[in-house]
């Protein structure tokens, strides 16, 4: 899971699995293959880098 945060910061989690696009409109804007949308105040370089930290936990994690 990834910690995003609202314009407000307002901290809530998001399932990386679920992402389907996220985009820089000027807010990042993450939208999940329900076709739900979420404005958030991190940017996308950000949220690209928690996507990749939270999949290479999960590899690490299985190799144990």
Do not use: C, Q, W
Not at 6 to 14: D, M, Q, V, Y
Request: aromatic share 6%; charged share 30%.
């Amino acid at each position: 899971m990834i910690r995003v945060h609202r314009l407000n910061g307002e901290e809530f989690i998001l399932n990386p699995n679920h992402i389907e696009l996220v985009e820089a409109r000027p807010d990042t804007v993450i939208t999940l293959t329900n076709e739900h949308k979420y404005v958030v105040a991190d940017p996308i370089e950000d949220i690209l880098k928690m996507i990749r930290d939270y999949h290479r936990s999960l590899f690490l994690r299985d190799g144990e």
